[in-house]
């Protein structure tokens, strides 16, 4: 028996320091806050899209206004989220290893055995989802039948823990992108102070 070929990620693996800004751009913490333009500057760099010159002009381009910055975690979370979808539950648990590498090998083993039930894709189940909850949502307007409504409501019980679960991990698969994000950071925020300080004569220079 052949083992399984791990699946590529590298298509959605290049636009998730997009997930990380939009993380970081929708929290009420200032810390976080300051941590967006490093995000995108680790996007568009050598661990994203390695865009070189050009990625310089695009975060520039992005950081001049909130709007830019918006628009700009909005195409390529749009992107992580659309090459993503290509591929199911079950082929994304090996994207998830480092954040279950904590747990015993039973416990990894009953996540990996459960998201091994899905083989569908993840945008194919997320449509499912949205549509029943839309279905859901409408219930007592009599816009569906008594049909629709039992049949988004089964759709939603099958799919509801794995969104769930999938969500936990993904809050963490994220938080590992942190500390690399914080260096782009500081890195930005240390060359700015040094190009504002006036020039003075080295310490070796003036005790000569």
């Known amino acids: 028996m052949t083992e399984k070929k791990q699946p590529d990620y590298s298509s959605f693996q290049r636009y998730q320091n997009a997930m990380v800004a939009a993380r970081f751009a929708s929290s009420k913490n200032e810390d976080d806050l300051r941590?967006?333009?490093?995000?995108?500057?680790?996007?568009?760099g050598k661990g994203g899209?390695?865009?070189?010159?050009?990625?310089?002009?695009?975060?520039?381009?992005?950081l001049k206004?909130?709007?830019?910055?918006?628009?700009?975690?909005?195409?390529?979370?749009?992107?992580?989220?659309k090459a993503r979808g290509e591929l199911s539950p079950a082929d994304l648990i090996g994207w998830y290893s480092d954040v279950l590498s904590g747990l015993s090998e039973e416990e990894?083993?009953?996540?990996?055995?459960?998201?091994?039930?899905?083989?569908?894709?993840?945008?194919?189940?997320?449509?499912?989802?949205?549509?029943?909850?839309?279905?859901?949502?409408?219930?007592?307007?009599g816009a569906n039948t008594?049909?629709?409504l039992a049949v988004a409501e089964k759709t939603l019980q099958k799919y509801g823990t794995l969104m769930q679960v999938m969500s936990v991990l993904d809050t963490y698969q994220f938080e590992?992108?942190?500390?690399?994000?914080?260096?782009?950071?500081?890195?930005?925020?240390l060359k700015g102070?040094?190009?504002?300080?006036?020039e003075v004569a080295s310490y070796k220079a003036r005790a000569a």
Do not use: C, W
């Not at 941590?35 to 568009?44: C, F, I, K, R, T």
């Not at 102070?193 to 006036?198: C, D, E, F, H």
């Open 146 to 148: 008594e049909e629709e």
């Open 65 to 81: 206004s909130k709007e830019g910055i918006q628009t700009a975690i909005g195409i390529y979370s749009g992107k992580f989220r």
């Open 35 to 44: 941590h967006v333009s490093g995000a995108l500057e680790a996007l568009v």
């Open 176 to 189: 590992n992108l942190r500390p690399n994000v914080v260096s782009m950071s500081r890195k930005e925020d």
């Open 193 to 198: 102070i040094a190009s504002k300080l006036p």
């Open 108 to 141: 990894s083993g009953r996540i990996v055995a459960y998201f091994g039930q899905y083989e569908e894709s993840l945008g194919a189940i997320e449509s499912k989802m949205g549509k029943a909850s839309h279905i859901k949502n409408g219930e007592g307007t």
């Open 49 to 62: 899209m390695n865009l070189g010159e050009d990625g310089d002009g695009l975060l520039a381009g992005a």
